[in-house]
């Protein structure tokens, strides 16, 4: 993107002024309006790109505004550049220039001839045209006949005007006469303002087109072959005008109005174009011939260069004030410039050629080594990272199975505990029932003693088992309900005999042959610091249940977290969509000082208008009635300047009661001068009449008709008419601006009403956007909790596979006591037999002993 450059020139003075006024001071690139006594009056000080003062020359101007788009149109850049300014400001003296001192379209012309000499290496096509807008119409310069020309547009020319006169040119001299026999068929006209003001805007265009001259393999060869076309648009706009002041009429008025109208809808564009790429909108391009024209140069591919020509005096304050805001606003545009290149069939395929040719250089040269090795890292890499991926993915199976494998083997070890907590509990209650046996068993050994010891082995015999199974059994099928964990025994002394442990193995398979035996040590009793001794299995799994239900409550959490969130962000979506539509209506707000200043500006046309459409009824300048028909038209015309300034400052944001001082000054002067023309009046008018006029101004002047001699009756009459239509259209004019000013307080109104409704959706929007912020640090601190817990599980899971290698490990010791008790009973068993043997008379009654 590359910002139109805009320079202001200053025209030099036509006439010394009075030093009593303001003056504009130019000071490096910086030009300010100043009182008649130096300090500089505030809010009125532009900056540009460059600043030409009355002494700059043509060339000056040439050099340092548009010598480089000329130079960048030779190398294919489109580039315009155009003089804006109101009427004898120094447009067509700045584009055309004078014998001495020729303009920018006469050296653009020998400056791009004098470059084509130089540049050997491409060859050279220029066409030039040369058209007026006149009256919204397009004129050949050219060709006379060539009238009325229609705009086209097309995808390969972009916008043209079709059937304008192309002429091919080979050297400037023959530019230059084209250019006069045009300037001859351009519309001049005489005004007060200017003796040769331009009624038309004109449009000098050269289209340059270039080709390299060599074909052959060069560093530029890409190009070679390549057509660069550009357009340069050399501008020279015509002046906006107060008719007032050019006392423009019948043929004038009409041209004036067109370039008033013409050079509205460019200040439009441009307006539009300043505005940024955001809030531009719509570009009312299509709106004139002139912007519909220029489109390219105004924010298009184009280097484009604005010259505002401004005339210092300072009757033409206002004027030039309204040509340094268009400039300004101008200075923000940015085009986007680009080389135009059109290729040919065969640029194309050399150009394809060219790019096969170094594909395959590349691939044959020492960079297809290179590529090779590159290309083989590269499988290498592929392979290694396919390896550790199949690796991973084995990782991740054997992973998958042996956790499987884990809980399997965690639900089996837990069914264990389950069954050795029933057994252990069964062995208590089996033990307190046996306890009842063996006091039983005295009454059994009586009944032996009494049956003669036929059932004296009995007294070593293993419990019956089935003497106790219903017990056991309701147990084993009440097992689901039965307590998960129940204490294991201290020593494995209380369930030594061989049935009760096979009873606490039911359900456990244990192979015991495979069992290895393992030096006696004592068993722990198992540690737990969490377990109560009472129930510790069944603080397990409440501790799992409370992990379990903590980790559910933080999903929920969180889900309710995420739901919110989504909601916020809705919600501030809705925000933002109602905030864009604030925006847009701030902006047609903004805009209605500048719609009220164009207002201002045409009623106040008109009302100048239809004054000075009086003033031509009365023959006799001199007289008083002409002097008050005229005093007034200054005055209604300066009090419609005023209104205008008002409106343009509040268009830059001043308001105007700010300024209070320049309104006061406004004002005293306007008095100042009503006062001084109802004076004048009042000398030459009778007696009497002065106290009806002093009531009634208008009055007055139908009085003064009347004792007026010389003046007839008719022309009265005329006059009179003719005031009272005046005095209605400025009752009228007045009211509307009374509307106008209404609906500005309104807006007003509006706006701040609208600008507080917005602070508060600022407010809320941040306030969401905390809580949004508020909610996402909960989610984290949930997630680090969830994560806690799964930490916490892991742990748990870990103590149990301890727990179980415990068991495991108190159940081998258990089988050795039990082997070693086994072949002592059978020791003993054989030790008696023995005995009993040796000695066959002892009772059993003193073995028993
Ligand atoms: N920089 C300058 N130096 C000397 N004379 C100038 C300069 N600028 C303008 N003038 C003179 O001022 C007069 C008006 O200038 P010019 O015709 O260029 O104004 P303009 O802006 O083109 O007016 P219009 O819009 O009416 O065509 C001419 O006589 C011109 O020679």
Redo the contacts with the bound molecule.
């Keep these: 993107m590359e910002k139109i450059c805009v320079a202001v ?1 200053v ?2 003075a ?1 006439s010394e002024e009075s030093s009593a006024g303001t003056y504009w001071n130019v000071d490096d690139n910086r030009i300010s309006l100043h009182k008649a006594h130096g300090t500089p009056l505030s809010g009125i000080s532009y900056a540009f790109d460059h600043l030409f003062d ?1 002494s ?1 020359s043509n060339s000056m101007v040439y050099d340092v505004l548009t010598k480089d788009i000329i130079r960048a149109a030779l190398e294919g850049f489109n580039g315009t550049a155009f ?1 804006y ?10 584009m055309n220039g ?1 014998e001495k001192d020729p303009g920018i379209i006469h050296r653009a012309v020998e400056d791009i001839f004098e470059r084509i000499q130089m540049i050997s290496d491409r060859e050279f096509l220029i066409r030039v045209s040369y058209m007026e807008i006149y009256n919204e119409e397009i004129n050949d310069l050219f060709a006379v006949e060539n009238q009325k020309l229609p705009i086209h547009e097309s995808l390969e020319r972009g916008v043209f005007v079709a059937g304008l006169k192309e002429e091919i040119v080979n050297n400037a001299e023959q530019v230059m006469k084209l250019l006069e026999s045009g300037e001859a068929n351009r519309h001049f006209g005489e ?1 007060n ?6 009624r038309s805007h004109t449009i000098f265009r050269m289209v340059i087109e270039s080709k390299g001259k060599d074909t052959n393999f060069s560093s530029d060869y890409l190009s070679s072959d390549a057509i660069r076309v550009s357009v340069l648009n050399l501008v ?4 906006s ?1 107060r008719i007032a002041k050019t006392g423009a009429g019948g043929v004038r008025l009409k041209e004036g109005k067109h370039i008033n109208k013409s050079l509205m809808v460019l200040g439009n564009v441009i307006n539009k174009l300043s505005d940024g790429a955001k809030n531009r909108g719509h570009i009312p391009y299509r709106d004139s011939k002139l912007t519909r024209i220029l489109q390219p140069a105004l924010g298009g591919n184009a280097k484009t260069s604005i010259v505002c ?1 401004i005339a210092p005096e300072e009757v033409h304050v206002e004027e030039t004030k309204g040509t340094l805001q268009f400039a300004s606003r101008a200075k923000r545009i940015a085009n986007c410039v680009q080389v135009n290149e059109i290729l040919t069939d065969a640029a194309l395929l050399k150009r394809q050629k060219l790019e096969i040719e170094e594909l395959r250089m590349k691939l044959q040269g020492s960079h297809a080594e290179v590529l090779e090795q590159e290309i083989l890292k590269l499988r290498n890499d592929l392979l290694k990272y396919e390896l550790e991926h199949e690796k991973l993915e084995m990782q991740l199976e054997e992973e998958r199975k042996s956790h499987k494998e884990r809980d399997c083997c965690i639900r089996e070890q837990q069914m264990k505990i389950d069954n050795l907590s029933n057994l252990v509990t069964f062995s208590d209650t089996d033990r307190n029932s046996s306890q009842g046996q063996v006091s039983g068993r005295g009454n059994d050994k009586e009944e032996c003693n009494n049956s003669n010891s036929i059932s004296q082995g009995d007294a070593f015999s293993t419990p019956c088992f089935k003497a106790v199974p219903s017990a056991f059994v309701a147990r084993r099928s009440n097992y689901s309900v039965l307590p998960d964990y129940s204490p294991l025994p201290d020593t494995i002394s209380h369930v030594a005999d061989e049935d009760t442990w096979l009873k606490m193995n039911r359900g456990y398979i244990a192979d015991l042959d495979s069992l290895q035996m393992t030096p006696e040590r004592k068993v722990q009793s198992f540690p737990s610091t969490e377990v109560t001794p009472d129930c510790p299995n069944e603080n397990y799994k409440q501790g799992v249940e409370n992990l379990k239900r903590q980790l559910e409550l933080v999903i929920q959490e969180r889900d309710v977290l995420k739901r919110k969130h989504t909601e916020d962000v809705v919600l501030n979506n809705q925000l933002m969509v109602e905030l864009s539509e604030l925006r847009q209506e701030a902006q047609l707000i903004q805009e209605i000082p500048q719609r009220l200043c164009k207002c201002a500006a045409n009623c106040k046309d008109v009302y100048v208008d239809a004054l000075s459409m009086t003033q031509s009824f009365i023959s006799d300048g001199k007289s008083s009635t002409a002097k008050l028909v005229s005093s007034m038209s200054e005055i209604g015309a300066s009090l419609f300047t005023i209104l205008e300034t008002h409106f343009s400052m509040a268009l830059d944001g001043n308001h105007p009661l700010e300024n209070d001082n320049l309104i006061q000054e406004q004002h005293k002067v306007l008095s100042d001068r009503l006062k001084s023309t109802i004076k004048s009046l009042l000398a030459s008018e009778t007696l009497s009449s002065q106290d009806e006029n002093e009531k009634n101004p208008l009055c007055r002047c139908e009085h003064k008709g009347s004792t007026l001699k010389g003046e007839t009756t008719c022309w009265k009459e005329k006059l009179s008419n003719e005031l009272n239509t005046l005095k209605e259209r400025y009752h009228g004019l007045e009211k509307e601006l009374g509307l106008n000013n209404q609906l500005l307080e309104e807006s007003k109104q509006r706006y701040n009403n609208l600008e507080t409704e917005f602070h508060h959706l600022l407010e809320e929007r941040e306030a969401l956007c905390k809580m949004v912020s508020e909610s996402s640090r909960k989610l984290a601190i949930v997630t680090n909790q969830k994560d806690n817990v799964l930490k916490d599980l892991n742990a748990e899971f870990q103590r149990r596979k301890d727990l179980q290698e415990k068991i495991k490990q108190f159940s081998v010791a258990f089988a050795h006591r039990k082997t070693s008790l086994v072949s002592f009973h059978s020791e003993f068993k054989y030790k008696i037999e023995e005995m009993r043997a040796q000695n066959p008379v002892s009772t059993p009654k003193s073995l028993g002993c």
Excluded: H, I, W, Y
């Design positions: 020139r025209r030099p036509v009355e700059c003089a300014g109101q009427t004898s400001s120094g447009k067509t003296f700045t004078s005004t303002m200017n003796v040769r003001s331009s020279d706009l015509a002046g005008e020509t």
